[in-house]
């Protein structure tokens, strides 16, 4: 790619042949030029509006202001900058000599444009403007700019201003940097944009926390535990200064994050999620991203102290966490069956059991196997009349979180094996089986096994015929299968970011986990999510639960 400015001088007309208020259309080199005279003198913009390309010369011009028609963008034809809208437009040099209109177009080098870029994408960001930063974000990418280095800007820039922390944003960026570099192509654009606009959306309007001052004195999971995310975050951003290897620092957090579940499992996926960020970027880097996951788990909900889980914990606190973590693994197949139909079907959540199941020779890695099976069957068998009762909260999101969580302890377990990470694996356990909470108080439905059908598994998910893509997974390479669904889970088809962050990270979580254990059958369980019907019921569950909430004065249903 050529670094130096390419300058072309053309005459386009004469003066003398335009009237004050009027445009006409002439090319320079390779460009499409609109040439504007006003009172103030004559002008040349880009003909293409900066938004979709649309043509300006068939806009309005009024005084020193021309107006595209279609979205009604404006701008200031002296320099081209945007009055209302997202982006400026490019002005070029007009010289008048003997009333021959001369215009001069300077192509920017490859330099020139990021200088214009970077601090374009960041503003798209701030004010999630999602067009100029999905548009920013590809022609940074056709100036030689990485993926990774554009998803990071929009990290950097996101992290700090999450109202609470770290969220699906992060977790999402992470896995759309991974699908960018693995899908390549159009894919990888689309999966570059999917992280930033998730990005923008939880960025608006807030503020940047600052970081404070380091300090290397303080215990970070005391701090943690003290809620005190200050200080915790204090400890991060001296750990990060100090160079402190990046495996300590993980340790530190898979520490931190075991103590409690924390808000259905996501104080451990976003530690996975990341700690799997930084490892795309140099450890320096660090200070923009790990002292916020410091303060998303200082703020966390601890949901083991919630009465829900008073049965769960009294187990949990009985367990040789030493003896759970010193266990083999995997273990053989019929045992695993044996805890995969206990995990199912057992009236409350088997912590005890799981623990023995891990002890006696299984190990962690075969619990979180049995674990990522038994979610797996629980998507499959999940009945769907219930993504239709607005007086039920329960749905395919519950669920999904029983798989992504598994993944996240594995994670855990992978850089840490430790009775810390041995009690992450065993609160996988609990949400397990409080995703089976729906079946309890309705029904189990029966497992979607799949049908023969000549749709491919894109075209079965995108058609939401479930069935089919249940079949197509089960029946495909386990390579295949695992690259069709990530390209899938970035079709957009969900109404709001929250699901479409779920649809990517079970995809991926599905994929790894496939992967791991040499089962397609989490495949077929995030391809049957991927493809059936799901009512968000957003605003009419915050409805139908506030009007619940302002007439008993009680908690909506879990």
Excluded at 18 to 25: C, D, P, Q, T
Excluded at 91 to 110: F, L, M, N, R, S
Excluded at 241 to 249: A, C, L, W, Y
Excluded at 413 to 424: E, K, M
Aim: glycine share 8%; aromatic share 6%.
């Amino acid at each position: 790619m050529s670094t130096a400015a390419r300058s072309t001088r053309e005459t386009v007309g004469h003066a003398s042949d335009l009237a004050v208020g009027s445009m006409k259309l002439a090319r320079v080199g390779e460009r499409r030029i609109v040439v504007v005279r006003t009172p103030s003198g004559i002008h040349a913009l880009d003909n293409a509006c900066p938004h979709q390309g649309y043509g300006l010369v068939t806009g309005s011009l009024d005084g020193e202001l021309l107006t595209c028609q279609w979205h009604n963008w404006k701008y200031r034809v002296s320099d081209g900058v945007c009055v209302i809208g997202e982006e400026n437009v490019p002005c070029h040099g007009v010289e008048v000599i003997d009333d021959e209109v001369i215009v001069t177009v300077v192509e920017p080098t490859v330099d020139e444009q990021r200088a214009v870029l970077w601090p374009s994408l960041r503003s798209g960001i701030e004010k999630d403007y999602q067009g100029q930063v999905a548009r920013d974000a590809l022609r940074l990418l056709g100036t030689a700019v990485s993926p990774t280095a554009i998803i990071w800007e929009g990290v950097k820039l996101g992290a700090p201003r999450n109202e609470w922390g770290l969220g699906h944003e992060m977790a999402t960026s992470a896995d759309c940097l991974a699908l960018a570099g693995e899908l390549g192509g159009e894919r990888a654009k689309t999966a570059i944009v999917q992280a930033l606009s998730g990005l923008a959306e939880a960025t608006r309007a807030y503020p940047a926390r600052p970081l404070p001052e380091a300090d290397g004195s303080i215990d970070l999971v005391a701090a943690i535990e003290a809620e005190d995310h200050t200080a915790a975050m204090a400890r991060v951003v001296a750990d990060v200064r100090s160079g402190r290897p990046v495996t300590d620092v993980a340790t530190d957090f898979i520490e931190a994050v075991s103590r409690h579940h924390y808000d259905y499992g996501h104080g451990a996926i976003y530690t996975q999620k990341a700690f799997e960020l930084l490892a795309e970027v140099a450890h320096t880097e660090a200070e923009h991203l790990l002292p916020h996951l410091a303060a998303t788990l200082a703020w966390g909900t601890r949901e083991d102290t919630l009465p829900y889980m008073n049965k769960a914990m009294a187990e949990l606190d009985g367990v040789d966490l030493d003896a759970v973590a010193a266990g083999g693994g995997p273990g053989d197949d019929a045992a695993r069956d044996v805890m995969v139909a206990t995990l199912l079907d057992a009236p409350e959540a088997p912590i005890a059991a799981a623990a023995r199941f891990a002890a006696a020779g299984a190990g962690v890695t075969g619990l979180l196997d049995a674990v990522t099976l038994a979610v797996s069957y629980r998507l499959l068998r999940h009945d769907l009349d219930l993504e239709f009762r607005l007086d039920d909260p329960f749905g395919w999101l519950d669920i999904t979180h029983g798989l992504t969580y598994s993944r996240a302890a594995r994670w855990a377990w992978g850089v840490h094996p430790s009775p810390a990470a041995a009690r992450l694996a065993l609160f996988t356990v609990w949400l397990a089986h409080d995703t089976g909470r729906g079946e309890r108080r309705n029904h189990v439905a029966a497992p979607v096994e799949g049908a023969p059908s000549d749709l491919s598994l894109g075209e079965a998910i995108l058609r939401r015929d479930e069935s089919a893509a249940v079949g197509a997974a089960l029946d495909g390479g386990m390579t295949e299968v695992t690259r069709a669904m990530a390209e899938a889970s970035l079709y957009d088809h969900a109404g709001s970011f929250i699901v479409q962050a779920h649809l990517i990270k079970t995809a991926r979580a599905a994929g790894e986990e496939a992967a791991t254990i040499g089962s397609s059958i989490p495949l077929a369980a995030a391809a049957r999510f991927l493809a059936a019907p799901r009512l968000e019921r957003f605003a009419a569950r915050n409805a139908v639960e506030s009007d619940h909430f302002i007439s008993t004065g009680r908690p909506p249903l879990r």
